[in-house]
């Protein structure tokens, strides 16, 4: 078990309790609750650092705190960033194949790591591990299935705005007082990284949020902290369907 570095970014809450308060159901075994525990490796990884340090064997990562990118690497030094992850997400890290993936912190961030293969074999033998195993597998193919139709039949300006709904709806906080409906992100990752994850330029990033800014959508603050002023607006230059009545 890797020794748990000291950071003030941590909560106090011991990492496995917060992968058992929201993957384990509260009447596990307790037998089967201590060979999930035997099972996890706790790590911790400053900014920019990679979360798992053998890529030969597939991992499922609870991400305790802190925000990451999963990167695929590719030849000639091509990277590809796959997906955010924040707080809270459990995360299947394949082994290293035709690419070699990479979980990368984007700020000092906590993980619980498990072989994937023996984290899946202790899941099938409890019914309510599965099912909250299975409900993250289908949530993320969803994520992955509208990232696929982003990169496919939309122009950048529907994918910048599109990648804004998705990060107000996984991280979104809204505005101080009860008059602001604003939805305001404090986003963890670089413009580069947006741009790697939108097949965009890092120049193409700064005007299409310029753009947004200009028609009154969303405003700005400094690198990471953007305002969304008018999120079914944004709804529409991400090109979704509007709601069923």
Same mark, same amino acid.
């Given at each position: 078990? /890797? $020794?748990?570095? &000291?950071?003030?970014?941590?909560?106090?809450?011991?990492?496995? +309790? $917060?992968?058992?308060?929201?993957?384990?159901?509260?009447?596990?075994?307790?037998?089967?609750?201590? %060979?999930? &525990?035997?099972?996890?490796?706790?790590?911790?990884?400053?900014?920019?650092?990679?979360?798992?340090?053998?890529? +030969?064997?597939? /991992?499922?990562?609870?991400? @305790?705190? #802190? @925000?990451?990118?999963?990167?695929?690497?590719?030849? &000639? =030094?091509?990277? /590809?960033?796959?997906?955010?992850?924040?707080?809270?997400?459990?995360?299947?890290?394949?082994?290293?194949? @035709?690419?070699?993936? !990479?979980?990368?912190?984007?700020?000092?961030?906590?993980?619980?790591?498990?072989?994937?293969?023996?984290?899946?074999?202790?899941?099938?033998?409890?019914? @309510?591990?599965?099912?909250?195993?299975? =409900?993250?597998?289908?949530?993320?193919?969803?994520?992955?299935?509208?990232?696929?139709?982003?990169?496919?039949?939309?122009?950048?300006?529907?994918?910048?705005?599109?990648?804004?709904?998705?990060?107000?709806?996984?991280?979104?906080?809204? #505005?101080?007082?009860?008059?602001?409906?604003?939805?305001?992100?404090?986003?963890? !990752?670089?413009? %580069?990284?947006?741009? +790697?994850?939108? =097949?965009?330029?890092?120049?193409?990033?700064? $005007? &299409?949020? #310029?753009?947004?800014? +200009?028609? #009154?959508?969303?405003?700005?603050? =400094?690198?990471?902290?953007?305002?969304?002023?008018?999120?079914?607006?944004?709804?529409?230059?991400?090109?979704?369907?509007?709601?069923?009545?």
């Amino acid at each position: 078990m /890797q $020794r748990l570095l &000291q950071c003030e970014a941590f909560s106090e809450v011991d990492p496995f +309790d $917060r992968f058992a308060t929201a993957i384990l159901p509260p009447n596990l075994p307790d037998a089967l609750r201590r %060979r999930f &525990q035997a099972l996890a490796r706790y790590t911790t990884a400053a900014a920019g650092e990679a979360a798992i340090a053998d890529d +030969d064997v597939a /991992q499922m990562v609870f991400l @305790a705190s #802190g @925000a990451t990118k999963l990167v695929a690497h590719a030849s &000639q =030094g091509r990277e /590809q960033v796959v997906a955010f992850h924040f707080s809270g997400d459990l995360v299947s890290v394949p082994a290293r194949a @035709a690419h070699a993936y !990479m979980l990368c912190a984007l700020v000092p961030s906590e993980f619980v790591t498990f072989p994937l293969d023996a984290f899946l074999s202790l899941a099938r033998g409890e019914a @309510a591990v599965m099912d909250a195993v299975l =409900g993250r597998a289908m949530t993320a193919l969803a994520r992955s299935r509208e990232k696929a139709i982003t990169l496919g039949r939309k122009t950048a300006q529907e994918r910048v705005a599109s990648f804004l709904v998705v990060m107000a709806e996984r991280t979104g906080k809204r #505005g101080g007082s009860p008059h602001d409906s604003a939805c305001i992100l404090d986003l963890p !990752m670089s413009r %580069r990284d947006i741009a +790697d994850s939108l =097949g965009l330029t890092i120049e193409t990033i700064s $005007r &299409q949020l #310029g753009e947004l800014r +200009d028609v #009154g959508l969303i405003e700005t603050s =400094g690198r990471s902290i953007v305002r969304l002023l008018d999120l079914p607006g944004l709804d529409e230059r991400a090109g979704h369907l509007p709601a069923a009545a």
